[in-house]
């Protein structure tokens, strides 16, 4: 044990013991298995204390119910979850126990300290940063969940009775009115106004329902609590709607009801052992009258930046659209897969007929480019457009950006830029739409970051082709003279003339003649070229630093000396040069 951890239980046992004006520590009455519980003492609260405690072995669940799995009686190990409670007044006095322990705790075994402490198994057994954390809540508003002879209540941090301890299971549900997750349920919380106060409860098959206004007894088949002052009930087999003083909002007609934001769907088919996507659902609106009939299937949230939009993309048998939080019908229903939402400006789908046939859809799910024959998205919000056999771009107001008269878009590029094409000339277009090199080019691609290698073909002998070098600009860099343009990477340049290589720098000028019959990329300030049947290096001012008879050459690298490197064959000896191209002794 550290000294940390050590100095931490003595101040706590140092603390606890000064309250009780002794110095020795109680003993503590174990279970059989002599395993020593983790155990956090809170404060006096009122008058009284609550302690709590843990035994890391096979032990009745608490509260198994809270995650509609297994039933209450089932047998699992909870790792660090406490299944028992004490209460106690400042006396001494044992005032409750809830606990599944065969053998009853006394008050005489615990310490009467009136600060949160631990004891040393329970230091023994978590990780510093929960030291001073229970793995339940602490005082005011919070409840427990509790279970005695099999049976599970609801308590508070007083041990007075929310839910008696008589029924056969508990759901707990938030303030959304989601049922509450095993982890919102047993973490850790620092505000009162967490505490939670919705329930149904579980007594002979049949649920009933409490908050902190009303109760009611357990007499439904199913009983799901939707929104403020809605239940959901279920009676032989069909569902329904009511109040809070159970007076029917629906009569229990359906063989579902499901609630979306501010309106709820309903089938009357039989949905047991059925895919619920392929179930169709009608619509009921907020003041539960029928709005439409079960038309509706796969109703799902519409998202936007992450978020539900509050919207929904639902399908009928012929096509899908989108459906707002009242149930109104806010698009057609021609579309099919649910949209995307790029830039968190318009939504992609595509048709439900042709799932190659895309749509682009404002935020209020009108068509953009209603007019064209084709339209999808190009980039930073601009959308591809087409009439006939033509393309051109739009924004998102349909303002024509470049007229349909190009024959087609390359939508991806280097810096940004695009590439195309109009009447088989090339030419370059921003991510904007600005056209800045006009198509009169027979080809042209891009090289390093920015710079864009363009093609001019003789018209009057199409085996005449030479290439120059334009940046993004237009501005002309190497002169229409070479056969072929390559990046050397590190704004070099390898050009080719006939069957002879030499290099240029970015601003185009030739720092090596054209005489290389190979050359490489640049490596560190150095490249290899070859000459006839031999290698050699030359450096980043155009500068041959070796004479070109080595064989199987290597890239310059730092050595463990940081000394830049390189190694070479010559007359099948290995010889390691320096970045002057002589030899390392």
Same mark, same amino acid.
């Given at each position: 044990?550290?000294?940390?951890?050590?100095?931490?239980?003595?101040?706590?046992?140092?603390?606890?013991?000064?309250?009780?004006?002794?110095?020795?520590?109680?003993?503590?009455?174990?279970?059989?298995?002599?395993?020593?519980?983790?155990?956090?003492?809170?404060?006096?609260?009122?008058?009284?204390?609550?302690?709590?405690?843990?035994?890391?072995?096979?032990?009745?669940? $608490?509260?198994? %119910?809270?995650?509609?799995?297994?039933?209450?009686?089932?047998?699992?190990?909870?790792?660090?979850?406490?299944?028992?409670?004490?209460?106690?007044?400042?006396?001494?006095?044992?005032?409750?126990?809830?606990?599944?322990?065969?053998?009853?705790?006394?008050?005489?075994?615990?310490?009467?300290?009136?600060?949160?402490?631990? /004891?040393? /198994?329970?230091?023994?057994?978590?990780?510093?940063?929960?030291? @001073?954390?229970?793995?339940?809540? =602490?005082?005011?508003?919070? $409840?427990?969940?509790?279970?005695?002879?099999?049976?599970?209540?609801?308590?508070?941090?007083?041990?007075?009775?929310?839910?008696?301890?008589?029924?056969?299971?508990?759901?707990?549900?938030?303030?959304?009115?989601?049922?509450?997750?095993?982890?919102?349920?047993?973490?850790?919380?620092?505000?009162?106004? *967490?505490?939670?106060?919705?329930?149904?409860?579980?007594?002979?098959?049949?649920?009933?329902?409490?908050?902190?206004?009303?109760?009611?007894?357990?007499?439904?088949?199913?009983?799901?609590?939707?929104? *403020?002052?809605? +239940?959901?009930?279920?009676?032989?087999?069909?569902?329904?709607?009511?109040?809070?003083?159970?007076?029917?909002?629906?009569?229990?007609?359906?063989?579902?009801? +499901?609630?979306?934001?501010?309106?709820?769907?309903?089938?009357?088919?039989?949905?047991?052992?059925?895919?619920?996507?392929?179930?169709?659902?009608?619509?009921?609106?907020?003041?539960?009258?029928?709005?439409?009939?079960?038309?509706?299937?796969?109703? !799902?949230?519409?998202?936007?930046?992450?978020?539900?939009?509050?919207?929904?993309? @639902?399908?009928?048998?012929?096509?899908?659209?989108?459906?707002?939080?009242?149930?109104?019908?806010?698009?057609?229903?021609?579309?099919?897969?649910?949209?995307?939402?790029?830039?968190?400006?318009?939504? $992609?789908?595509?048709?439900?007929?042709?799932?190659?046939?895309?749509?682009?859809?404002?935020?209020?799910?009108?068509?953009?480019?209603?007019?064209?024959?084709?339209?999808?998205?190009?980039?930073?919000?601009?959308?591809?457009?087409?009439?006939?056999?033509?393309?051109?771009?739009?924004?998102?107001?349909?303002?024509?950006?470049?007229?349909?008269?190009?024959?087609?878009?390359?939508?991806? =590029?280097?810096? *940004?830029?695009?590439?195309?094409?109009?009447?088989? &000339?090339?030419?370059?277009?921003?991510?904007?739409?600005?056209?800045?090199?006009?198509?009169?080019?027979?080809?042209?691609? %891009?090289?390093?970051?920015?710079?864009?290698?363009?093609?001019?073909?003789?018209?009057?002998?199409?085996?005449?082709?030479?290439?120059?070098?334009?940046? !993004?600009?237009?501005? +002309?860099?190497?002169?229409?003279?070479?056969?072929?343009?390559?990046?050397?990477?590190?704004?070099? %340049?390898?050009?080719?003339?006939?069957?002879?290589?030499?290099?240029?720098?970015? *601003?185009?000028?030739?720092?090596?003649?054209?005489?290389?019959?190979?050359?490489?990329?640049?490596?560190?300030?150095?490249?290899?070229? &070859?000459?006839?049947?031999?290698?050699?290096?030359?450096?980043?001012?155009?500068?041959?630093?070796?004479?070109?008879?080595?064989?199987?050459?290597?890239?310059?690298?730092?050595?463990?000396?940081?000394?830049?490197?390189?190694?070479?064959?010559?007359?099948? &000896?290995?010889?390691?040069?320096? !970045?002057?191209?002589?030899?390392?002794?």
């Amino acid at each position: 044990m550290n000294k940390k951890v050590s100095l931490f239980i003595f101040l706590s046992l140092l603390i606890c013991m000064k309250s009780m004006s002794q110095f020795i520590l109680p003993q503590m009455v174990f279970d059989a298995e002599k395993k020593g519980p983790n155990t956090i003492y809170y404060k006096f609260y009122n008058g009284i204390q609550m302690i709590e405690i843990d035994y890391n072995n096979y032990e009745k669940a $608490r509260v198994d %119910f809270e995650d509609n799995i297994r039933p209450i009686n089932s047998i699992r190990p909870r790792n660090y979850g406490h299944n028992t409670i004490i209460l106690r007044n400042e006396k001494g006095e044992l005032l409750h126990q809830y606990n599944l322990r065969r053998a009853p705790f006394n008050a005489s075994d615990f310490s009467a300290c009136d600060k949160p402490t631990l /004891t040393l /198994t329970h230091l023994g057994k978590i990780t510093s940063k929960y030291e @001073a954390k229970s793995n339940y809540p =602490s005082y005011g508003k919070y $409840r427990y969940y509790v279970t005695e002879n099999n049976k599970a209540g609801v308590i508070d941090t007083l041990g007075t009775p929310v839910l008696e301890v008589i029924y056969d299971g508990i759901q707990s549900y938030n303030y959304n009115y989601k049922m509450n997750s095993y982890t919102t349920m047993y973490g850790f919380r620092d505000n009162e106004t *967490e505490a939670i106060s919705i329930y149904t409860m579980q007594s002979n098959g049949k649920w009933g329902f409490k908050n902190n206004k009303i109760t009611i007894q357990p007499k439904y088949e199913e009983l799901l609590p939707l929104k *403020e002052n809605v +239940l959901r009930i279920k009676k032989s087999n069909q569902f329904g709607l009511l109040n809070y003083k159970e007076e029917t909002l629906l009569a229990p007609l359906y063989s579902d009801l +499901l609630y979306k934001n501010d309106f709820y769907l309903y089938s009357k088919v039989a949905i047991e052992n059925q895919d619920k996507s392929n179930i169709f659902y009608g619509i009921i609106d907020a003041h539960f009258k029928l709005k439409t009939q079960p038309v509706y299937r796969n109703l !799902e949230d519409i998202i936007e930046n992450y978020n539900p939009s509050g919207n929904y993309w @639902a399908c009928k048998t012929y096509g899908c659209g989108a459906i707002d939080k009242k149930g109104n019908e806010i698009s057609v229903f021609k579309y099919g897969e649910m949209p995307q939402n790029p830039y968190q400006k318009y939504y $992609r789908t595509n048709a439900f007929t042709d799932a190659n046939k895309p749509y682009i859809l404002d935020l209020n799910f009108k068509e953009i480019g209603s007019d064209y024959d084709l339209v999808y998205d190009w980039k930073n919000a601009l959308l591809t457009v087409k009439k006939g056999s033509k393309y051109g771009l739009i924004d998102l107001n349909n303002k024509v950006v470049l007229p349909c008269e190009y024959d087609s878009f390359w939508e991806t =590029s280097k810096n *940004e830029l695009g590439t195309l094409i109009k009447d088989k &000339k090339y030419g370059v277009i921003t991510d904007k739409g600005i056209v800045v090199i006009p198509c009169k080019y027979d080809y042209l691609y %891009f090289v390093d970051s920015n710079k864009i290698v363009a093609t001019l073909i003789d018209s009057n002998d199409k085996n005449n082709r030479k290439v120059g070098l334009l940046d !993004e600009n237009n501005k +002309l860099i190497a002169s229409f003279i070479y056969d072929k343009i390559q990046s050397l990477d590190y704004g070099f %340049f390898s050009v080719q003339i006939r069957d002879k290589y030499g290099i240029i720098n970015k *601003e185009g000028n030739e720092i090596t003649p054209i005489k290389y019959d190979e050359i490489y990329s640049y490596r560190n300030g150095f490249c290899i070229a &070859k000459i006839d049947f031999g290698y050699g290096y030359i450096n980043s001012s155009g500068k041959e630093i070796t004479h070109f008879y080595y064989e199987k050459p290597t890239n310059f690298n730092y050595d463990t000396n940081n000394k830049l490197t390189a190694k070479v064959i010559l007359a099948g &000896k290995e010889i390691v040069i320096d !970045e002057n191209g002589k030899p390392v002794k």
